[in-house]
């Protein structure tokens, strides 16, 4: 099979990508500055590891060759931190996907999934969110993806580079206990965190208008979220596209109704603190798959206590 290159192929999603592709047949190269991800995740698996950043493009192109397909996860992707270092976003986020672009036209690779987000959509109180919908960035982060996929839709027309980009929507989940979430600023692992450190987990923000007042959002496993990734390669083989997909699991869950999961699935009792709400954090974020179930043919197969379940497995492995 042909060869992929997966940009941030080290961190959380990137080695569970990783993971699936390899046992798709696929030959892997992961591109990774290790900032963020974890060099243990990957170096035992058989597949090819270049260190380097999305910034430097020299060394991108080099990452080029006997590469027929991208896979750009590299960047920053911290909501609160965005807001605080906007311009450390875009230089990273935005630039280092002009670079991944540049680097693709160099060596002729027209073919690049790229990862998204689903805070780029205005706040709703829709039951779901359809691609379509309307977008309003409410922070950095959120702008530097949506500014990426417009420029990757402007890709197909001015270097016939194909392009998918995915809005995940909220990734938990492992694939395997050395492949869990080590990102903090994540519910579920920030939870466990703080259960580790005897500390008290966290909520930020109720009295939002939702049925229990916390922030709704759509969990996806993040095996599910690589599969997908799998279906849409085969994608490509259909000529010429510039696609949009959701990727979530369809459903909506509470931040208190996750905590509840993660008290199940743990054994260990906790109240958690209430703080202020968040810059730019959207109050209900839930995927309306029917655009990637229709023309791709998948579907999520997992649910909330298989994520917190394997999740905790990871984090036990660890601690």
């Known amino acids: 099979m042909s060869k992929i290159l997966i940009t941030g192929g080290a961190g959380y999603i990137g080695a569970n990508i990783c993971k699936v592709l390899l046992n798709s047949g696929y030959e892997v190269r992961v591109y ?3 900032s963020n991800g974890l060099k243990s995740r990957v170096e035992k698996m058989n597949l090819e590891i270049i260190r380097g950043d999305i910034l430097d493009r020299v060394k991108l192109i080099d990452a080029m060759d006997g ?3 991208v896979i750009h ?3 920053k992707k911290s909501v609160e931190e965005s807001v605080e270092n906007p311009l450390k976003y875009y230089l990273n986020n935005f630039s280092g996907t002009l670079n991944v672009l540049a680097a693709m036209s160099a060596k002729n690779v027209k ?3 790229f990862s998204s987000t689903a805070v780029v959509y205005s706040s709703t109180s ?3 969110l359809s691609e379509d919908d309307p977008k309003e960035p409410l922070s950095p982060y959120a702008s530097t993806k949506l500014l990426s996929e417009e420029i990757l839709t402007l890709a197909l027309i001015s270097e016939e580079i194909s392009s998918i980009s995915l809005r995940y929507f909220n990734v938990a989940g492992a694939g395997g206990v050395e492949l869990g979430d080590n990102a903090r600023d994540n519910l579920v692992p920030k939870t466990f965190n703080a259960l580790g450190s005897k500390g008290v987990p966290e909520i ?3 009295g939002y208008q939702t049925p229990d007042g916390t922030c709704i959002r759509d969990y996806i496993h993040v095996l599910d979220l690589a599969e997908a990734h799998l279906e ?3 994608l490509f083989e259909n000529g010429p596209i510039a696609k949009i997909y959701n990727v979530g699991s369809g459903t909506g869950y509470s931040v208190k109704e996750v905590m509840k999961q993660i008290r199940t699935s743990t054994g260990i009792e906790f109240n958690p603190v209430s703080l202020p709400r968040r810059a730019g954090d959207p109050e209900r974020l839930i995927a309306n798959i029917t ?5 791709i043919g998948w579907t999520p197969k997992r649910n909330l206590k298989e994520m917190i379940d394997s999740s905790w497995a990871a984090e036990s492995f660890v601690l």
């Open 73 to 75: 996860l590299a960047a």
């Open 204 to 206: 930020y923000g109720e």
């Open 32 to 34: 990774d500055d290790f």
């Open 232 to 234: 849409c390669l085969g």
């Open 126 to 128: 829709k039951d779901s």
């Open 67 to 69: 590469i027929e397909s």
């Open 111 to 113: 073919r690049i999934i």
């Open 291 to 295: 655009k990637i179930r229709n023309e």
